[in-house]
């Protein structure tokens, strides 16, 4: 089926729902959970990555921790190296990122009626990388990577903080560079998120260069701040 007749279907199936439906039925809630690290099965819904696939040093894990005194979370931990394997085959001077990316939606699922990204995690005091994948509208029909959102998120070391993100925030990138156009997330056709964390770059103030980083999630929430 292709993406035209998807949304033309979806679009109709709205249509009667708000035909049939009150206006409480309408309302989506104030809060949507997309990523809950509650349990063993949630690592099944990601996959690691790192510069290790280009000839890097970088290492990564993700793993869920369940205690019988404190809450079950999820882990995304390694080491961020700026070395290269000398018998890398890619040309790349330097190392230095690791991230985890959620395995596709079934579909995509519709988070218009949201306006921020929350996060309740615990980490280590560096700058991480939120990302959002949305279906592709914005590249040629030829090219078929998923369009790319990006925004920093700032972690306090060794406190639990809830990160609000909002969707504005997010800039369209190619390949962790940012594109210099003048485009809009479309918020209803999401297909999935990533957290990753580079040895450069960041916010001000944020632990920057090579060594260990570890960063602990209790959940991924869309919110709407605003009123509809």
Not at 113 to 133: E, L, Q, V
Not at 187 to 207: F, T
Request: charged share 25%; glycine share 8%.
């Amino acid at each position: 089926m292709s993406r035209f007749r998807r949304l033309f279907d979806a679009s109709v199936n709205a249509t009667k729902r708000a035909l049939s439906g009150t206006f409480d039925d309408l309302m989506p809630p104030p809060e949507r959970f997309i990523y809950n690290f509650n349990s063993k099965k949630e690592l099944n819904n990601w996959h690691l990555y790192s510069d290790s696939e280009l000839g890097g040093l970088s290492t990564a894990s993700l793993e869920i921790t369940e205690s019988e005194n404190g809450p079950t979370t999820g882990i995304f931990s390694g080491n961020l190296s700026l070395d290269v394997a000398e018998d890398s085959k890619w040309n790349i001077s330097r190392g230095g990122f690791c991230g985890m990316r959620s395995k596709k939606f079934n579909g995509f699922i519709d988070l218009d009626s949201y306006d921020t990204i929350a996060m309740k995690i615990k980490g280590d005091g560096r700058c991480y990388i939120s990302t959002i994948y949305t279906e592709n509208w914005v590249n040629s029909p030829a090219q078929m990577e998923d369009n790319s959102w990006q925004a920093f998120v700032y972690v306090p070391k060794d406190n639990w903080y809830i990160a609000k993100i909002p969707l504005a925030r997010y800039l369209p990138t190619w390949r962790g560079n940012v594109i210099d156009a003048e485009i809009e997330m479309n918020p209803s056709r999401v297909l999935g998120m990533s957290l990753s964390v580079n040895a450069e770059g960041g916010v001000p103030g944020a632990i920057t260069g090579p060594g260990d980083f570890r960063v602990e999630l209790d959940w991924i929430k869309a919110l709407r701040q605003n009123e509809l």
